[in-house]
């Protein structure tokens, strides 16, 4: 008797487990890129709290290693308070022995991170007590430096770190949440399968998102001037003297 009922149990199991798997794999692939910003975490939370039906997501924070500090404590703190897991990561140009990816240093690789061992500025890791360069110092000693005529470094830091980190998971064709507002809007791509719910499904405009924030129990703990990378180069200048 024991065991007939220990085999049909499993067999239940075994047919939830295959009904979860399949609804899984009717869900549309969504990548949420995380910018650590005001605007981008809310679109996260919206996202998170009204679209489980229709996506299986993946949370991504490419770290640069000069965001300033309050931009990595908000990120941190929206993955604990919220309860949503962000992969953190970090581009890569060399290899462990110091070795190019690509001939002429384009080519990148992800390296996977967390709050406490992710590169910042200033840049002595609080776990290994030890200096290192950040991924951003990686790339300018193999690419100089970015400029308004070669403005490479999202590209290199982020974007092409992001596609790394989901090659690695082996997704493809899958859709790209990016947070852009319905009053920003002449920031949106026609690149397919980016999607902009706050310009769209969710429109929101600056005020409403500062007024959101406001209701909350933290908030990002940055000055609005200082973006969220120490000294880029895109700020006005007299923000950066």
Not at 89 to 101: C, M
Not at 139 to 166: D, H
Request: aromatic share 12%.
């Amino acid at each position: 008797m024991g065991r007939f009922w220990i085999s049909r149990c499993a067999g239940i199991l075994s047919m939830a487990t295959q009904l979860y798997n399949n609804i899984k794999m009717a869900k549309k692939k969504l990548l949420i890129s995380f910018s650590g910003g005001r605007t981008s975490a809310y679109m996260l939370h919206w996202l998170w709290n009204n679209k489980q039906d229709e996506f299986d997501m993946t949370v991504v924070f490419a770290n640069t290693g000069l965001e300033v500090s309050g931009t990595l404590e908000f990120v941190h703190r929206v993955e604990t308070e919220w309860k949503i897991p962000i992969v953190w990561i970090e581009s890569r140009h060399r290899d462990k022995d110091g070795n190019l990816f690509s001939e002429r240093g384009w080519g990148i690789r992800h390296q996977v991170v967390s709050y406490e061992t992710a590169a910042k500025f200033p840049k002595k890791n609080p776990v290994t007590e030890k200096w290192s360069w950040t991924p951003f110092e990686e790339m300018i000693s193999v690419l100089g430096i970015p400029t308004t005529n070669a403005p490479f470094c999202s590209e290199q830091l982020k974007t092409r770190a992001i596609k790394s980190y989901m090659s690695s998971i082996k997704w493809k064709g899958h859709y790209v949440a990016i947070g852009i507002r319905s009053d920003e809007s002449s920031r949106i791509s026609n690149k397919k399968k980016y999607v902009y719910p706050l310009a769209t499904e969710n429109p929101m405009k600056k005020l409403e998102i500062l007024s959101w924030w406001a209701s909350q129990d933290f908030d990002l703990d940055i000055h609005e001037d200082d973006g969220n990378c120490n000294n880029c180069w895109k700020k006005n200048m007299n923000l950066l003297m």
